[in-house]
């Protein structure tokens, strides 16, 4: 089957290497430099480590980001066909500065932060990176259950049953024979419920598939939080291959990020009238640093803003407080609320 990949969509091969890169990222456990800035703008982006100052220890740090940045102004790289955003991540281990570098084909927020880990957000948010996911295969005498984190299988579990498939002559007659079945086959598909609430935890997404009318008679037996968390997926099958199972995941995580978002504004339309929102970057800057925000909206395309930096500051106390940040990049939603002149706020409670 023909992939149609959405212009916003990464492409499965390079989706797979930063799930693969970020899968290392993430294993750093200590303050890290994490800059993201769109492939042209290397100088830039010096000026902008130059000019703010930080402790001896960031420093350190910086100066190496800097020396990376000028060597790959003549040989960028990129996962993808092109390099669009360069992602640079620096922290010291033993006394020794480490510097990761990844360039991907997707635009990227303009980000430059230090912070107590790794600000891995936008590749969440924008490419959908990382997410856990629940993908489960059945028909009615066999199931297959695999965790996903981003492309690796984390868990898994099989579950079979022996279930005859046609009545024969003799014995029990044909309407005792089909009762006692499906009876066997709810029980099995108890059974499957159960499992997956084992291994659910806090994935992001169920993906349930398989041939026939299994999954939407299984469907029933999810519980209504796991059923909230469940999409139907088409053409999965036990003989469906990882390449084909990984398209359907990133098709699957864009629609869920999209429904996402836009619940996100629902919620902060709602709140305008009673006050617990924010639109002026002056007004948002005060509630970040008294600790008043609770989510911090912010577009994917800010840097084009005159306001960029203000912004990068506010994303950096963001990150090291307690508020949430959602980056978006649907540009009907971004022009929707005129993003790309300002963030905006969810607050916990008004401020004047």
């Known amino acids: 089957m023909k992939y149609n990949q959405n212009h916003d969509e990464i492409s499965p091969s390079e989706w797979l290497l930063i799930n693969r890169f970020l899968y290392e990222i993430k294993k750093i456990d200590s303050p890290c430099i994490s800059v993201y800035y769109p492939y042209g703008k290397g100088q830039e982006t010096i000026s902008l480590l130059e000019e703010t100052e930080r402790n001896e220890f960031f420093e350190k740090i910086e100066s190496k980001i800097e020396q990376k940045i000028i060597d790959l102004k003549d040989n960028p790289i990129s996962v993808g066909k092109f390099t669009k955003t360069l992602c640079i991540f620096g922290w010291i281990k033993n006394n020794k500065v480490n510097i990761k570098v990844i360039g991907t084909s997707k635009k990227l927020p303009y980000v430059y932060m230090a912070s107590k880990k790794p600000f891995v957000k936008p590749f969440k948010d924008i490419l959908e990176i990382n997410y856990d996911v629940l993908l489960v295969t059945l028909d009615q005498k066999s199931a297959k259950i695999q965790k996903f984190h981003g492309d690796q299988i984390i868990l898994e579990s099989k579950l079979r049953i022996d279930l005859q498939g046609r009545h024969r002559k003799g014995g029990q007659s044909q309407g005792r024979f089909l009762r006692a079945r499906q009876t066997k086959i709810h029980v099995f598909f108890k059974k499957i419920a159960s499992k997956i609430r084992k291994m659910d935890l806090n994935s992001d997404l169920i993906l349930l598939g398989g041939t026939g009318t299994a999954k939407t008679e299984f469907y029933t037996e999810l519980d209504s939080e796991l059923r909230k968390k469940c999409r139907f997926v088409e053409n999965l099958s036990f003989s469906t291959t990882m390449r084909d199972i990984e398209k359907k995941i990133i098709r699957h995580l864009y629609q869920h990020r999209r429904k996402y978002v836009e619940e996100i504004i629902e919620k902060y339309e709602n709140l305008v009238k009673k006050g617990l929102t924010a639109k002026r970057n002056s007004v948002i800057l005060k509630g970040l640093e008294i600790g ?61």
């Open 292 to 352: 008043a925000v609770d989510t911090l909206i912010v577009s994917a395309n800010y840097h084009r803003d005159a306001q960029f930096k203000r912004i990068m500051k506010m994303l950096e106390i963001a990150k090291n407080t307690s508020c949430k940040v959602e980056f978006a990049s649907s540009p009907k939603i971004i022009q929707k609320l005129e993003l790309d002149n300002s963030v905006l706020a969810i607050l916990r409670y008004k401020i004047q």
